[in-house]
């Protein structure tokens, strides 16, 4: 019993070490820390996770842990669960997300331009490329797909509202710009339609 532990505290002062080098390592070499970024963005990213399990299981009833202590809420409005599913208007939760992570690191960019700036010094041009790398691969992961989604509504909508058929049920002989049976022709002709109909 006592070795495991032994074992654990060991690797724990390891890692601590590991992750202190690594830091000063960092920032060493681009004037920057970028392992406490990643540790910031990674701590982001499990709240997020965290705030998407909870509406899931939300969504899902929660019957299970409702069982066990969590009161979950019996009905979620539609378009949160809309955004949590499939999307909300083609945006998802996790575009959303990735989007913000995006701008944080941006911020992070100008906070420390900004700050090398009081202190008159300049920015590393290493140090503003990894910052400039990490805003686009995240921009790369989250923006073509969000694109595509918003695309994809917009089309959706297009058919619905627009009629995916619209123009192909018109008689062969029908000369008019607007579609046979429309609102347009219901107006136009009003004897053709009966009243009631």
Do not use: C
């Not at 690797?11 to 992750?19: D, I, N, P, V, Y």
């Not at 970024?37 to 019957?63: D, E, H, P, Q």
């Amino acid at each position: 019993m006592v070795a495991p532990l032994a074992l654990a505290a060991t690797a724990s002062q390891f890692g601590r070490k590991g992750l202190k080098q690594t830091r000063e390592l960092s920032v060493s070499i681009t004037g920057y820390d970028f392992v406490g970024l990643a540790s910031r963005l990674i701590v982001f990213f499990l709240v997020a996770y965290g705030i998407n399990l909870y509406f899931k299981a939300t969504i899902a009833g929660g019957t299970f842990l409702n069982a066990v202590g969590l009161n979950f809420p019996a009905t979620t409005p539609e378009w949160l669960r809309k955004l949590f599913e499939e999307g909300y208007q083609g945006v998802t939760y996790w575009n959303i997300i990735q989007t913000i992570a995006i701008l944080l690191v941006v911020m992070e960019a100008l906070q420390y331009d900004r700050k090398l700036k009081e202190s008159d010094k300049k920015a590393n041009a290493t140090t503003l490329g990894l910052f400039a790398l990490i805003v686009l691969g995240l921009a790369l992961v989250t923006f073509p797909q969000m694109i595509q989604k918003i695309q994809e509504f917009q089309l959706m909508v297009k058919r619905t509202t627009v009629g995916e058929f619209a123009g192909q049920f018109n008689p062969p002989d029908w000369n008019r710009p607007y579609d046979y049976g429309s609102e347009q022709h219901r107006r136009d002709d009003p004897s053709s339609f009966p009243k009631g109909r």
